[in-house]
């Protein structure tokens, strides 16, 4: 079944499900169909990204974040993804997405994915730093995103330690793209 199917389904099922909190972990249930299989014969790795998407949306519109994000003029963006593979599904085994909000600073909000198989073991952990943007506007901040969804003013649990560690790294990478940039531009005009 194509992941657009997937995703109508969720949103359909969804319309009669109550709001979630903030940090609630929310679960979808699905299938491995053929067309999630590589060579190998089990789910591709770039597919557990796509099933984390699902969870995601999941959460996106059970918080109330995509209705006020999309009222306001902005989207969802990842910025940064980090996996890991435990276990292999296979053809037509069961699976379960479960998503929670981790936490977030000023900018990114980081959302935890678990795919688990259907005896509730971890297949795949995908966490996501992401944030809702616009072009015009830039990046909307997650504690304010949080506080229009009803939830209140809100403040961000400390991350895990090593989430913390990779969000410090990812900042060191985006500076150093940054002065990369520059220094490119910089040769350019020399040129």
Known sequence: MN????????LFRRR???RCGAFDTLRVRSRVF???LDLNMHVNNGRYLSFADL???D???RSGAWDVARKKGFIPVIGDVNARYIRQLKAFDRFYIESRLLGWDEK???LEHKVLDKENRVAALIVIRGMFWSKKKGG???EDLIAETGHGHLQSPALPEWVEAWRKTLDALSAQARKDREIQR?????A
């Open 108 to 110: 990114w909000a980081f």
């Open 140 to 142: 909307l901040s997650p």
């Open 16 to 18: 009669k499900q109550p």
């Open 186 to 190: 910089e040769l350019s005009r020399d």
């Open 3 to 10: 992941l657009l199917l997937r995703l109508l389904w969720i």
């Open 59 to 61: 959460w996106f519109f």
């Open 34 to 36: 053929p067309n999630d």
């Open 55 to 57: 969870g995601r949306v």
